[in-house]
């Protein structure tokens, strides 16, 4: 692709990351509970969600996906309820400086998978794709090289500003040195959590 088109569109979709929403708010709950190193598999699921919706825009599939409505219901409800409890072990867990939560094995797994479930259960990701996409590049001219060269633009700028988030969130985190505080927080964070998980279920 032409250099002017791909900065165009890195742009636009930087802005749109960038933008607050329930990515965003799920991203510096998890960082705020477990640190920043603990978001990855989150944020790695999250750009798979987002680049498989580009991958329906960019293949045409807009409408299969809007067929199998039901399919991408049950991802979203699904993964809503994992976001609720993500919260709910927030809410529960005990006071305790801030500190490294030990690791549960499959863990990264489940995260990813939840990451991947929220962006799916998105439709809004394919309608921005099909909304900037022609604007760039007409899609039934695209080439495998524009599609990869766009995916690894959108994989960058989406796990470099989560990322971003997280390490922000994190640093806030090791501010708070009480357990008092710590158990404060870590409601605070739950309860944004359980938003998140309400936002994404109701849209």
């Given at each position: 692709m032409e250099p002017a088109a791909l900065i165009l569109f890195a742009g636009i979709y930087a802005v749109a990351v960038i933008s607050p929403g329930p990515g965003v708010a799920a991203v510096?709950?998890?960082?705020?509970?477990?640190?920043?190193?603990?978001?990855w598999p989150f944020v790695i699921g999250m750009v798979a969600g987002d680049l498989a919706w580009f991958g329906f825009v960019a293949a045409g599939l807009a409408v299969v996906a809007q067929t199998f409505h039901v399919v991408f219901a049950v991802i979203k409800y699904a993964g809503a309820a994992y976001l609720l409890y993500l919260a709910w072990k927030l809410w529960t867990a005990p006071a305790a400086a801030?500190?490294?939560?030990?690791?549960?094995?499959?863990?990264?797994?489940?995260?990813?998978?939840?990451?991947?479930?929220?962006?799916?259960?998105?439709?809004?990701?394919?309608?921005?794709?099909?909304?900037?996409?022609?604007?760039?590049?007409a899609l039934e001219r695209i080439t495998p090289l524009a599609i990869a060269e766009l995916c690894a633009i959108m994989a960058v700028i989406l796990s470099s500003c989560m990322m971003g988030y997280a390490l922000l969130a994190d640093r806030a985190r090791r501010f708070v040195a009480s357990p008092r505080a710590m158990q404060r927080l870590n409601r605070a964070t739950g309860g944004l959590m359980a938003g998140v998980a309400v936002t994404v279920a109701t849209r």
């Open positions: 510096v709950a998890r960082s705020l509970a477990t640190g920043a190193r603990r978001s801030a500190a490294e939560m030990p690791y549960v094995r499959g863990e990264g797994v489940r995260l990813a998978a939840a990451g991947l479930a929220m962006t799916l259960g998105n439709p809004k990701t394919m309608v921005f794709f099909l909304a900037i996409l022609p604007q760039v590049v």
